[in-house]
T-cell receptor
């Protein structure tokens, strides 16, 4: 069974204070790892796709990295508008799990001005 | 504008009542998904469909039913067998070959009277 665990559950930062969110995963074979951002009361929005260990993707103040067992979402000099819940999800490469994602429980990020 | 819509935004269910949540997309996506989100538990997959007239159970399908008669529509019925239906329900769609890049609707919040 695929499993995704995110830590910490909640993270409070001051504006400009860089930090990282963690996503640990267990799959039989990884087809892809995905990061989403979710604002309160809204549906998630896609951020990044990572396919193989060593891969990195960047978008503004966010950078996602991938190893064989976990992914990190690095936030550099965050601003209050970066406050949201960040969700990690995996797609298993094989069997009946191919057509779906397994999500972690999310990390709630709050950035104070 | 292309997108995915869900209605209603809020829905109230009485004991023993079945209710249906609507999900429509005009993105020309073949695949559609239903998720349930509870506080602190991320997204859990209820049902998904990769093509018209076909759908598969997700991780928490008990007490729910779906149909996929048209490409654009994927309604979810919460039956009276679902004993704890209070949650935020999210519908999503994707291209069949891009399961990890899902587009989400705004969600329906279901409350029990």
């Amino acid at each position: 069974e695929d499993q995704v665990t995110q830590s910490p559950e909640a993270l409070r930062l001051q504006e400009g204070e860089s930090s990282s969110l963690n996503c640990s995963y267990t799959v039989s074979g990884l087809r892809g790892l995905f990061w989403y951002r979710q604002d309160p009361g809204k549906g998630p929005e896609f951020l990044f796709t990572l396919y193989s260990a060593g891969e990195e993707k960047e978008k503004e103040r966010l950078k996602a990295t991938l190893t064989k067992k976990e992914s990190f979402l690095h936030i550099t000099a965050p601003k209050p508008e970066d406050s949201a819940t960040y969700l990690c999800a995996v797609q298993d490469a094989g069997g009946t799990s191919y057509g779906k994602l397994t999500f972690g429980q999310g990390t709630i990020l709050t950035v104070h001005p | 504008d292309g997108g995915i819509t869900q209605s209603p935004k809020y829905l109230f269910r009485k004991e023993g009542q079945n209710v249906t949540l609507s999900c429509e997309q005009n993105l020309n996506h073949d695949a559609m998904y239903w998720y349930r989100q509870d506080p602190g538990q991320g997204l859990r997959l209820i049902y998904y469909s990769q093509i018209v007239n076909d759908f598969q159970k997700g991780d928490i399908a008990e007490g729910y039913s779906v149909s996929r008669e048209k490409k654009e529509s994927f309604p979810l019925t919460v039956t009276s067998a679902q004993k704890n239906p209070t949650a935020f329900y999210l519908c999503a769609s994707s291209l069949t070959g891009s399961v990890g890049t899902q587009y989400f609707g705004p969600g329906t919040r279901l409350l029990v009277l």
